[in-house]
């Protein structure tokens, strides 16, 4: 039952409480109750009725007493009633207000999380990007590394094959002239052995001398072209 059905209940309770000779000086218009009315509306008939012998006055008054006594515990009822909502919707209100102020402290308290988790997000978002970043400068720098390296390689590379190749013509360069130097000196031995031997026959004992010293000249030169050839 609202506030504005409760207003015309108070103003009947009061109307039917008060005293006899006041009830005549209340501003507001009683509302009587259907109960009352047509128990009234009886008692009218029974008054015209008193004339030709119907009930006796003092049944109809009882009547009309427990009727509106009857009455009267509804609309006290009816109040019980109103208070008993009253007191369960301030409850209401009560236990609203309550949860309101919970569901206030859970609001703000998901909006920090939310705030803390969005700067958390954006400093996983930027520590992502530097490491994205930091990752691709590594991979420049090997990718310069690799190519330095690789330049690096086929310089000495080169390098190492002209050197080879320069060696192997120097040493084909000795072997030839080494080559030539021993076939120099052999026939130099052999033109000696041949003068030798033509000298020995045709000289005498005086230059026996002189064969020896020419004979240790060979020897020399023996010497020499065998550790050339080794």
Do not use: W
């Amino acid at each position: 039952m609202n506030h504005a059905v409760s207003q015309p209940l108070k103003r009947n309770v009061c109307s039917v409480n008060a005293p006899e000779p006041f009830r005549m000086h209340i501003a507001i218009k009683p509302r009587v109750p259907p109960c009352v009315i047509g128990v009234a509306a009886g008692f009218q008939e029974t008054r015209s009725s008193i004339k030709v012998g119907s009930e006796p006055m003092i049944d109809r008054k009882a009547h009309i007493s427990k009727s509106f006594q009857e009455c009267l515990g509804e609309e006290n009822g009816y109040l019980g009633m109103y208070k008993t909502l009253q007191k369960e919707n301030q409850q209401l209100k009560k236990t609203l207000k309550e949860k309101d102020l919970i569901i206030t402290r859970l609001m703000k308290i998901i909006e920090n999380q939310v705030t803390k988790y969005n700067k958390a997000i954006e400093l996983e978002k930027e520590h992502q990007k530097e490491t994205e970043r930091r990752l691709e400068e590594s991979e420049r720098l090997v990718k310069e590394q690799i190519q330095l390296l690789d330049d690096t390689i086929r310089h000495y590379t080169k390098i190492i094959q002209e050197q080879h190749t320069q060696h192997a013509e120097l040493i084909s360069e000795m072997k030839k002239q080494n080559e030539a130097d021993i076939r120099c000196r052999e026939e130099k031995i052999a033109k000696l052995k041949q003068y030798i031997s033509e000298t020995f026959e045709e000289k005498s004992r005086e230059h026996q001398q002189q064969i020896d010293e020419l004979m240790r000249e060979i020897n020399k030169f023996m010497e020499m072209s065998h550790i050339l050839k080794t």
